[in-house]
T-cell receptor, first 110, second 109 residues
Framework: RKEVEQDPGPFNVPEGATVAFNCTYS??????FFWYRQDCRKEPKLLMS???SGNEDGRFTAQLNRASQYISLLIRDSKLSDSATYLC???????????FGTGTRLKVLA | DVKVTQSSRYLVKRTGEKVFLECVQD?????MFWYRQDPGLGLRLIYF???????EKGDIPEGYSVSREKKERFSLILESASTNQTSMYLC????????FGPGTRLTVT
């Protein structure tokens, strides 16, 4: 079983739609969680950290479910510019190491 | 804003050549990282450094070495490049959240 798993997609959604991605992780000792966004042939860019209480940044909401070992990303009112690959990242307790999922591809259609 | 720069965006080398990839960060981070990214495999950690002259192997260190002589600079070295090292190489720095450089697309022919 992979340490971090994501549905590769693509998720094709119309502009204005709400879309959600989940990411499961296998190590229950994982302590830190992040979502990154990666555009085609560009570097990953930090979208948001994921806190235990959940957090929101504009149209983006991230949630953590420790009991079921998954994190989620919700995007409301999708824009064409949201089209990208979204990478889930998990770190293990006491390490600097990031473990990346292979990403979920989102296409927002006009 | 955090800035991480990499020495080249594109590089073409021949099999057997020694290749140096350099990364510089301007945020005084203790930790720096080298990854490679390949289609279907995602990002994989090659090496990381948590202090000057300190390094640790990541998940795929074979065929690579690193050097960190100054805090802001972390170099990745391919001692003898091979075609299976053709990839996108990404440097990152950060003490909690990681910030990536623009990447170097290396082709070994």
């Amino acid at each position: 079983r992979k340490e971090v798993e994501q549905d590769p997609g693509p998720f094709n959604v119309p502009e204005g739609a709400t879309v959600a991605f989940n990411c499961t992780y296998s190590n229950s000792a994982s302590q830190s969680f992040f979502w990154y966004r990666q555009d085609c042939r560009k570097e990953p860019k930090l979208l948001m950290s994921v806190y235990s209480s959940g957090n929101e940044d504009g149209r983006f909401t991230a949630q953590l479910n420790r009991a079921s070992q998954y994190i989620s990303l919700l995007i409301r009112d999708s824009k064409l510019s949201d089209s990208a690959t979204y990478l889930c990242v998990v770190t293990a307790s006491g390490t600097y190491k990031y473990i990346f999922g292979t990403g979920t591809r989102l296409k927002v259609l006009a | 804003d955090v800035k991480v720069t990499q020495s080249s965006r594109y590089l073409v080398k021949r099999t057997g050549e020694k290749v140096f990839l350099e990364c510089v960060q301007d945020m005084d981070h203790e930790n720096m990282f080298w990854y490679r990214q390949d289609p279907g495999l995602g990002l994989r950690l090659i090496y990381f450094s948590y202090d000057v002259k300190m390094k640790e192997k990541g998940d795929i260190p074979e065929g690579y070495s690193v050097s960190r002589e100054k805090k802001e600079r972390f170099s990745l070295i391919l001692e003898s490049a091979s075609t299976n090292q053709t990839s996108m190489y990404l440097c990152a720095s950060g003490d909690y959240e990681q910030y990536f450089g623009p990447g170097t697309r290396l082709t070994v022919t």
